[in-house]
């Protein structure tokens, strides 16, 4: 089955800077690859997400991008502001009903 | 329109009780999922819903139940809940998207029930 890997588990940044997070997944079946942002207490909210026939999309402030012949994708965040702390996670899907595999997450800590 | 809303938000059991997880969505979903948020692991899925009427395991189905009621509810039950399945439980639904002759499995959460075992 799809394996995913999230790197790194923390992340501190200061307000301004940007903020990067790296995701590795196993099946070269994969062709949706989705963010999730999660605040304290609240469920995960999807942010952006990138299909396998693009390799970059960006939303202001958020872009991903995705190389499908590495298997990796990344989360870029410029400008970060406070509210950006949060848990990111990515994920990874075949596009079948069942398999949505998540990493195990990036908390984001961003300091004045 | 309330989206994905999940009852009851916090529970206390004790080793052997059951209980049922409610889940309800109005968005016109046609799959439904339970996951369960442990430290450090990430979310992890126990039961899905393809459409109405099915349901199959997930990667961690052991001691747990599922019942599509309807479109709109899918219920998780613990029938002897366990220390191991304290966690946190999350429902998703999805209104599965096509695009080009492929479809995409953008999923729509809950605000989940915080559930510990003693």
């Known amino acids: 089955g799809e394996n995913v890997e999230q790197h790194p588990s923390t992340l501190s940044v200061q307000e301004g800077d940007s903020a990067v997070i790296k995701c590795t997944y196993s099946?070269?079946?994969?062709?949706?690859f989705p963010w999730y942002k999660q605040e304290l207490g609240k469920g995960p909210q999807l942010i952006i997400d990138?299909?396998?026939?693009?390799g970059e999309k960006k939303d202001q402030r958020i872009a991903v991008t995705l190389n499908k012949t590495a298997k990796h994708f990344s989360l870029h965040i410029t400008e970060t502001q406070p509210e950006d702390s949060a848990v990111y996670f990515c994920?990874?899907?075949?596009?079948?009903?069942?398999?949505?595999?998540f990493g195990t997450g990036t908390r984001l800590q961003v300091t004045l | 329109n309330a989206g994905v809303t999940q009852t009851p938000k916090f529970q206390v059991l004790k080793t052997g009780q059951s209980m049922t997880l409610q889940c309800a969505q109005d968005?016109?979903?046609?799959?439904m999922y339970w996951y369960r948020q442990d430290p450090g692991m990430g979310l992890r899925l126990i039961y899905y819903?393809?459409?109405?009427?099915?349901?199959d395991k997930g990667e961690v189905p052991n001691g747990y139940n599922v019942s599509r009621l309807n479109k709109r509810e899918f219920s998780l039950r613990l029938e002897s809940a366990a220390p191991s399945q304290t966690s946190v439980y999350f429902c998703?639904?999805?209104?599965?998207?096509?695009?080009?002759?492929?479809?995409?499995?953008?999923?729509?959460f809950g605000p989940g029930t915080r559930l510990t075992v003693l």
């Open positions: 998703a639904s999805s209104p599965w998207l096509s695009s080009g002759g492929t479809t995409y499995n953008e999923q729509f």
């Open positions: 099946d070269s079946a994969s062709n949706y």
């Open positions: 990138i299909r396998s026939n693009v």
């Open positions: 994920a990874a899907s075949p596009g079948t009903a069942s398999k949505l595999t």
């Open positions: 968005m016109n979903h046609n799959s």
């Open positions: 819903s393809a459409s109405e009427g099915t349901t």
